[in-house]
């Protein structure tokens, strides 16, 4: 198994700019989420999937679109990048029986925009 | 709202030494607590996962224990080494209809040959 995957792994955007980052597993599993990871503030939750048609806001949801048509994908679309949005992304996958959820992490996306 | 917090956020030992990370939150409503590594540039790697109803989980030379009561969490790692080198974030799952993790800022551990 690959795992979690992300894409691209480094990416530079001028402000306003559009962008998909993307994600996938395959695992089979349900739960899928985005975290973005920030100096001194740890890994805030921007969105998550409890399945494929299913989507939440997280912490942090400004910004920034999600849609899960597959139990496998789980892209985030930036609208109109902002400099704020420089930050390390990454992408989870767990099971969904709550108590043994133990999250899979993919490596990043290292995203800066000018 | 549940705040996590890790001390020390670093800490420097020779390898060898046995040594303890902590990590507390605010609100003991918890269905479980996960340690992760996160080497750098790096994704997280999940280490022990302790659900709400367990008090400790062992794996090799990591032992983590979780208190509810007091909302306090350590992982003990056993005769360090320098590959344990790395940043060390603990999360809980707060609870609720969802399942979101609440993250710790981390500890950066380094083990010195």
């Known amino acids: 198994n690959a795992g979690v995957t992300q894409t691209p792994k480094f990416q530079v955007l001028k402000t306003g700019q559009s962008m998909t980052l993307q994600c996938a597993q395959d695992?089979?599993?349900?739960?899928m989420s985005w975290y973005r990871q920030d100096p001194g503030m740890g890994l805030r939750l921007i969105h998550y999937?409890?399945?494929?048609?299913?989507?939440d806001q997280g912490e942090v949801p400004n910004g920034y679109n999600v849609s899960r048509s597959t139990t496998e994908d789980f892209p985030l679309r930036l609208l109109s990048a902002a400099p704020s949005q420089t930050s390390v992304y990454f992408c989870?996958?767990?099971?969904?029986?709550?108590?043994?959820?133990?999250?899979?992490f993919g490596p990043g996306t290292r995203l800066t925009v000018l | 709202k549940q705040e996590v917090t890790q001390i020390p956020a670093a800490l420097s030992v020779p390898e060898g030494e046995n040594l303890v990370l902590n990590c507390s939150f605010t609100d003991s409503a918890i269905y479980n607590l996960q340690w992760f590594r996160q080497d750098p540039g790096k994704g997280l790697t999940s280490l022990l996962l302790?659900?709400?109803?367990?008090r400790e989980q062992t794996s090799g030379r990591l032992n983590a224990s979780l208190d509810k009561s007091s909302g306090r969490s350590t992982l003990y790692i056993a005769a360090s080494q320098p590959g344990d080198s790395a940043t060390y974030l603990c999360?809980?799952?707060?609870?609720?209809?969802?399942?979101?993790?609440?993250f710790g800022k981390g500890t950066l551990l380094t083990v010195n040959p």
């Open positions: 999937s409890v399945g494929a048609g299913i989507t």
């Open positions: 302790i659900q709400s109803s367990q």
């Open positions: 695992m089979n599993h349900e739960y």
């Open positions: 989870a996958s767990s099971r969904g029986q709550r108590s043994y959820n133990e999250q899979f």
């Open positions: 999360a809980v799952d707060r609870g609720g209809s969802n399942y979101k993790l609440t």
